[in-house]
């Protein structure tokens, strides 16, 4: 099992920055894909950015070049640094995991989450 650990979420004013943090423990093989997923009142959740083995990211559209997702496979940790926010990035978000178990099955998990709310 992975237990997840989000942190960094709050207020922040329109064109603001705010970084998440996501801790990932527990016993397994190894974390494949480490991303982050946000979730706006009334609409589907819907993928931020992913960082696949440390080798190659994936972005929404509507965040390319404003936000980051870093990972730090010695620590178990992936980070999004969100810059130049808008009130449409208002949502709860996610940390998801997508790791292999000690017993080697595919497995995805989800932190808590963690609301980020942008003032205009």
């Known amino acids: 099992q992975v237990q997840l650990v989000e942190s960094g979420g709050g207020l922040v004013q329109a064109g603001g920055s705010l970084r998440l943090s996501c801790a990932a423990s527990g016993s397994f093989r190894s974390l494949n894909v480490m991303g982050w997923y946000r979730q706006a009142p009334g609409k589907q959740r819907e993928l931020v950015a992913e960082?696949?083995?440390?080798?190659?990211?994936n972005y929404a559209d509507s965040v390319k070049g404003r936000f980051t997702i870093s990972r730090d496979n010695a620590k178990n940790t992936v980070d999004l640094q969100m810059n130049s926010l808008r009130s449409e990035d208002t949502a709860v978000y996610y940390c998801k995991v997508r790791a292999i178990t000690t017993t080697l099955r595919l497995d995805e998990f989800w932190g808590q989450g963690t609301q980020v709310t942008v003032s205009s």
């Open positions: 960082n696949i083995r440390g080798i190659s990211t």
